[in-house]
């Protein structure tokens, strides 16, 4: 089992197809070894089922250089992501950035990880895209300047909203 450990993490960068014909050869090594030992046949077979079930879907992440391979990975990238967020804000908690700009942070900090990116890489290349994703962008941080008001002053808010429903001046 220590041998599929060290093919899946794969430290000669080898291409998607190397690394799966190699994890082929172990389960293949493992199972003539358990065909031949009756005592680890049991805990073999049933590594062998359970790795056969991830099929394909095992080695999809090889594709791409630099996605996290496992739950751990990404546990350690969003921990880190929260770990630098706290230390810039100075808060003890996750701050309500992260939920309203998330997806965008999360993506920023990946990527200049890798390496810094140049001017013409950080301009746009879909407008349009990028006008959605502003958009959904400020419908958050409209919900949270609503929640904010109402935290506030809680009377005044629902007075508001009431005066604005029982507006006579309201098209019919």
């Known amino acids: 089992m220590l041998q599929t450990a060290q093919v899946l993490a794969n430290l000669g960068d080898d291409t998607p197809e190397t690394v799966e014909r190699q994890f082929d050869r172990v389960l293949q090594r493992m199972e003539q070894e358990a065909s031949r030992d009756d005592s680890l046949s049991a805990p073999l077979r049933h590594f062998l089922k359970v790795s056969g079930s991830y099929g394909p879907n095992l080695f999809v992440t090889y594709r791409f250089p630099g996605l996290p391979r496992t739950n751990n990975d990404l546990e350690q990238f969003f921990g880190s992501a929260r770990y630098h967020e706290r230390r810039i804000s100075g808060r003890k908690v996750a701050s309500p950035s992260a939920v309203i700009r998330g997806q965008v942070r999360l993506v ?3 990527g200049t990880r890798l390496r810094v990116p140049t001017p013409a890489e950080l301009r746009p290349t879909c407008v349009a895209a990028w006008r959605t994703l ?3 962008l400020e419908v958050r ?3 949270r300047r609503q929640q904010l008001r109402f935290r506030r002053d809680p009377a005044a808010f629902l007075q508001r909203l009431e005066d604005q429903l029982l507006n006579p ?3 019919s």
Do not use: N, Q
Request: aromatic share 8%; proline share 8%; charged share 35%.
């Open 141 to 143: 941080h409209e919900a």
């Open 134 to 136: 502003r958009a959904e």
């Open 108 to 110: 920023a900090a990946f």
């Open 169 to 171: 001046d309201l098209p």
